[in-house]
């Protein structure tokens, strides 16, 4: 079953939401993916969330998996509504906490299909995961996606709280 992971600054926008709605729709009416997973940093990693929320609503056989960059018996976490499952990648035991996010996100690159990115920031771990996947997709590894910008610059104050939840 094709899996894609959403990578995406944390700042961005509610104007973003058209954009990712409908790429979350072509995955899953196009490239057949049935399981999304997301981070919990964020306000992109919310709105990748709520969108793959209702698109479930749409499509019963998708899955929202929860990634976890910290082990669960650290910062212990339920599985959040609308998540299906949350995910520790093995191997991570070891990793020093402030390197873990960057980590969980680089495992996810190197076992999705497709990645759904939203990152511009040419100085932003987002941005260097994005290379990356890039480097991966020329060897037909992984197939990226990349969110147009919104056409002002975001004054880089969150909306909302970030969180996960509806």
Same mark, same amino acid.
């Given at each position: ?8 600054? /944390?700042?961005?926008? %509610? !104007? ?8 979350? %729709?072509?995955?899953?009416?196009? #490239?057949?993916?049935? %399981?999304? &997973? @997301?981070?919990? !940093?964020?306000? *992109? ?10 698109? $479930? $609503?749409?499509?019963?056989? @998708?899955? #929202?998996?929860?990634?976890?960059? !910290?082990?669960? !018996? %650290? ?7 609308? *998540?299906?499952?949350? *995910? ?6 070891? &990793?020093?906490? /402030?390197?873990?996010? &960057? ?5 996810? &690159? ?16 987002? =941005? ?5 996947? $890039? $480097? =991966? ?6 197939? @990226?996606?990349?969110?147009? /910008? ?17």
């Amino acid at each position: 079953m094709p899996t894609c992971f959403f990578i995406g600054h /944390r700042e961005a926008s %509610d !104007y973003l939401l058209p954009q990712l709605s409908a790429e979350v %729709d072509r995955h899953i009416t196009e #490239l057949k993916v049935t %399981d999304f &997973v @997301v981070g919990i !940093y964020g306000w *992109f990693d919310s709105m990748a969330a709520r969108t793959v929320k209702a698109a $479930k $609503k749409r499509h019963p056989e @998708v899955t #929202l998996t929860l990634l976890l960059a !910290y082990h669960p !018996y %650290d910062r212990p976490i339920p599985t959040p509504e609308g *998540f299906d499952s949350t *995910f520790y990648p093995p191997g991570m035991e070891t &990793v020093p906490k /402030r390197a873990a996010i &960057v980590k969980a996100n680089r495992y996810m &690159v190197d076992h999705s299909d497709y990645l759904i990115a939203y990152a511009w920031h040419t100085a932003s771990n987002a =941005r260097e995961l994005v290379s990356y996947a $890039k $480097k =991966r997709e020329n060897k037909g590894l992984i197939q @990226v996606t990349e969110l147009a /910008r919104e056409p002002q610059r975001n004054t880089g104050i969150m909306i909302g709280d970030g969180k996960i939840g509806d």
